[in-house]
Every structure is written in C-alpha cells, then in structure tokens.
C-alpha cells in the first residue's frame, strides 16, 4: 500500500531530488571501483514517507532495498543540508505564487500528542496521566496552511509559547499592514493583549466562560491543520527524541498539507502535464 497517491508523490520527489547534491553511484576514489552501490535517494525519500505517515520503527520499514542504519544516516545528513526546511519553504512560495496565502488572518493553537520515547522536547503530559507528551504552538494562514511551529514538552501552557510563535512570523517575509490573530480562550489574558500590541497586531480572543462556537470566528482552520498533521502517526505518536528531526519529519508533513491543498485549489484552474483526471 503505497503512503500517498502518486499524483502527490511525484512533485515531491521531482522538488526534494532537485535539492539534493549531485553523487556518483560508485566512489571515484575506490582502488578496485568494485563496492556495492550506493542506494537511491528515491528509495530512502520512499521510506521517509512511508515512516511518517504509517509510525512504524526504523527496524520495521527496513527490507532488501536498504538497511535502517541507512535510513538514518541518509535522514541526518539531510537534516544537515537544510533539505527538508528549504523543501517546505519551496512549497509555500509556490502555493503563494498560485493561490495565494491569507496571510492578514492567522491563527494560532497549541497541540498536545504523545511522546512514548521522551526526548529533548517531552515533558509530563496533563492530559495523559503524566505521560511524556509532545505540544506544538502551531500557526497557519487564513485557509489552514502550516507556516511555523514551536515545539515543547506537554506541560507547558499556551500562552508562554505565543511569542515564540509570533516570532516565526519574520521568516515569511513582506506582510500585509494588518494582521488579526485568532487565539482561543487559552490566550485570554492582558498579556496576550500587550503582547499583541506591542506587535501591531488585531487580536480575537475568545472569552474565557463563554460559549465557543459564538465567537470561534476563523480558529476552525488551525484546529483543521493539527487534525491533518496528526493523521500522520509519526507525528501524533512521536518516538522521536531529538528536536531537529522531529521538525524534519514535521517540515515534511507541512510540506505535504501544502503541495495537496494547492494540487486540490488549483486543479480547477490550471492545466498541467501531470493534472490527475479527477480533483484529488
């Protein structure tokens, strides 16, 4: 059962190998030029997705093609190269240039998941009997498109973890003169408000005690984002431990939310060689 449909795989695959540095199949430097050949990328990006949207361990994915050892190594060294966090910012350029982000509307959510295995990142969850969790202060756009994240462990509160988040916001670039911020109730504090301020940014909280659907406003799209990033199981149950490759397979999640939503928004508006024949 392939991890995702071809008609998405595919420009993945065409943008991630166009990252990558050029590398013979063979050493130029062996004496005998005689090892065995070195394993295709496509092979190791092929595991990649299979592990981030099914959960299964190294050990488990592993098989003839390629060892978990391999699977491993390859993954960090193209953590190193910046391939994954540059693929996710090709991504959204690219759904900017043809459908165009709401970037004048952003919500913001926190996101709490399981993290069996600990790590740099874990901390007691509150919600899972003092398990070790995962949360992420997420934010999207207006239409739900992850733009960043920040991680920490489970017990930390939202509310500490807005500024951290607002931060990411300079990595995007030219921004539009007024942005509205869609927090929960979570965020209902004159710290928020003074933070929010200092920024020149509209806040829309909801009001703590007060029925949510009244004033859930456009919130609905960053909740929608983290029910999209959690159907990936490595990402709602993380084993994990260090924090960089977490955001690597997190890189990879947002990129893949972004090439469907744009693949889905402009099937009925463009042509192109590979347009699948029925809106995906």
Request: aromatic share 8%; proline share 6%.
């Amino acid at each position: 059962m392939p991890a995702l449909p071809s008609w998405l795989t595919e420009p993945l695959w065409d943008q991630f190998a166009a990252l990558l540095p050029e590398r013979p199949t063979f050493h130029p430097d062996h004496p005998l030029g005689c090892h065995r050949r070195r394993i295709s990328d496509r092979i190791i990006f092929d595991k990649m997705l299979q592990l981030l949207r099914f959960g299964c361990s190294y050990e488990a994915i592993a098989d003839a093609t390629c060892s978990a050892t391999t699977i491993r190594s390859r993954r960090d060294k193209w953590i190193r190269l910046g391939v994954f966090a540059r693929l996710k910012q090709i991504a959204l350029e690219s759904y900017d240039r043809v459908v165009g982000l709401v970037l004048d509307q952003i919500a913001i959510d926190g996101s709490i998941t399981k993290a069996p295995g600990g790590g740099e990142v874990a901390g007691r969850s509150p919600v899972d009997r003092g398990k070790q969790g995962l949360k992420r202060s997420g934010m999207t756009d207006g239409y739900g498109i992850p733009l960043r994240r920040v991680l920490a462990g489970a017990n930390r509160h939202d509310s500490p973890l807005l500024a951290p988040t607002l931060d990411r916001l300079d990595d995007l670039g030219p921004l539009p003169d007024d942005i509205t911020v869609h927090l929960d109730a979570g965020y209902d504090s004159d710290k928020t408000r003074t933070l929010l301020n200092e920024r020149r940014l509209h806040g829309r909280i909801a009001h703590k005690g007060q029925k949510a659907p009244i004033q859930a406003s456009q919130r609905w799209h960053v909740e929608r984002t983290h029910a999209w990033q959690n159907a990936f199981y490595r990402l709602s149950r993380c084993y994990e431990r260090r924090t960089h490759v977490i955001d690597a397979f997190f890189d990879l999640a947002d990129t893949i939310i972004t090439v469907r939503s744009l693949i889905r928004q402009a099937w009925t508006t463009h042509r192109w060689d590979e347009r699948p024949n029925r809106r995906p």
